[in-house]
């Protein structure tokens, strides 16, 4: 089956699709044939986002959720499946970022990332998956990042989110791959994207900046679709240096430990002259 026909009419549900990741997702299905429909939290935004994408016309749909609520998800995914009779593709990618010191994190730190960076994840995910085995088939994509599969410092409420969407996705990857169910995991890394923007609360911070090496969102949106559709189970965009740092991680290669022992001394020289990443 070719990339295009895979998603071919088929009934995709993309969260955080206002912005980033989730926008270039939802446009790039919309450009291979698929019906889209695309979730936020601010209606402004998302009747903004798909707007822009209004020259999709009737396969563009919008459904505003708070995706920290379970109800609110769970309705979102029910009622989709109500009116299409159906559902083909979940991409759970709705998440915040967070560096920071682990000594200053707050207990509401801990939980706004792992409300939206995991809680969304499972609520979504267990939600689908009943729905496509009663189907016999789906494929559910969970967003990680290069930090679900390995430990940047000064990322550990980040990280752990992130390893625990990995290891989640990774699991049920096997457990029903003779079900007709896929599941794939998006470990992206600096993706020109919004999120450099954001703290662990949602705030936008402008004075931040988008790293200028960071790779075209359009052209990770393009690569991802393709190796969902050849049933990739983890998917690092972009593939490279990323996915032989992260051979060299588990390795123990001496190089990327010396790597993460200068990004722990340079971040923490960063904090202690008074800067922050959020």
């Known amino acids: 089956m070719s990339n295009s026909k895979y998603y071919q009419d088929k009934i995709c549900i993309v969260t955080g699709a206002n912005s980033g990741i989730g926008y270039a997702l939802s446009e790039e299905l919309l450009k291979r044939g698929a019906i889209v429909y695309m979730v936020g939290r601010n209606p402004k935004k998302v009747a903004k986002a798909?707007?822009?994408?209004?020259?999709?016309?009737?396969?563009?749909?919008t459904i505003i959720v708070d995706v920290t609520v379970q109800e609110q998800v769970e309705n979102a995914i029910n009622d989709t499946v109500k009116e299409t009779g159906g559902l083909d593709f979940l991409f759970n990618n709705a998440g915040v970022g967070g560096t920071l010191q682990f000594e200053t994190a707050t207990m509401e730190d801990w939980k706004n990332i792992i409300n939206v960076n995991l809680w969304s994840v499972i609520y979504g995910t267990h939600t689908a998956v009943p729905i496509m085995l009663e189907q016999g088939s789906g494929h559910i994509i969970n967003t990680s990042s290069i930090?679900?599969?390995?430990?940047?410092?000064?990322?550990?409420?980040?990280?752990?989110?992130?390893?625990?969407?990995?290891?989640?996705?990774?699991?049920?990857?096997?457990?029903?791959?003779?079900?007709?169910?896929?599941?794939?995991?998006?470990?992206?890394?600096?993706?020109?994207?919004?999120?450099?923007?954001?703290?662990?609360?949602?705030?936008?911070?402008?004075?931040?900046?988008?790293?200028?090496?960071?790779?075209?969102?359009?052209?990770a949106a393009k690569f991802i679709l393709d190796r969902v559709a050849e049933y990739n189970g983890i998917i690092i965009v972009p593939e490279e240096p990323y996915t032989e740092?992260?051979?060299?991680?588990?390795?123990?290669?001496?190089?990327?430990?010396?790597?993460?022992?200068?990004?722990?001394?340079?971040?923490r020289a960063a904090y202690e002259k008074g800067g922050n990443y959020y």
């Open 50 to 61: 798909a707007e822009q994408l209004s020259e999709f016309k009737d396969r563009v749909h």
């Open 147 to 219: 930090a679900g599969i390995t430990p940047p410092p000064f990322q550990a409420l980040y990280s752990l989110t992130k390893y625990g969407v990995t290891g989640l996705t990774e699991c049920l990857r096997y457990e029903y791959a003779e079900k007709g169910l896929h599941f794939s995991t998006i470990c992206p890394a600096n993706i020109a994207t919004p999120i450099f923007k954001k703290s662990i609360d949602g705030t936008t911070h402008d004075e931040l900046k988008i790293p200028d090496d960071a790779y075209p969102v359009d052209k």
């Open 245 to 267: 740092m992260w051979e060299k991680y588990v390795l123990k290669d001496a190089e990327i430990e010396e790597f993460m022992m200068q990004m722990a001394r340079d971040r």
